[in-house]
């Protein structure tokens, strides 16, 4: 995926990861392997999270974060979130 990223194709995917940062750490370890410099192709990221309303269990997006560039020195993305829900609230902020 990341090898027809670097080659100007669209791609998409979904993972299981809570966050960013667990999201980072299973591409980067094995089976994937991904340096993080290359993780720096992902655009945008949503995080997706079960919730309750009144009795139901329902799904709600948790986050949207978009991906805006790589860090050298700290080896940490730069991620900007553009959404962010409110579990207490259920809206977004």
Do not use: C
Request: hydrophobic share 40%; charged share 20%.
């Amino acid at each position: 995926m990341f090898q027809a990223m670097a080659t100007g194709h669209t791609t998409y995917s979904t993972m299981h990861a809570d966050s960013v940062k667990s999201m980072v750490n299973r591409l980067e370890n094995p089976p994937i392997n991904t340096p993080r410099i290359l993780l720096s192709a992902l655009k945008n990221v949503i995080i997706q999270v079960q919730a309750r309303s009144g009795n139901a269990v329902v799904r709600r997006i948790k986050q949207i974060l978009e991906i805006v560039g790589f860090e050298p020195e700290t080896n940490e993305l730069i991620t900007n979130t553009v959404y962010e829900w409110d579990a207490g609230k259920d809206k977004f902020l």
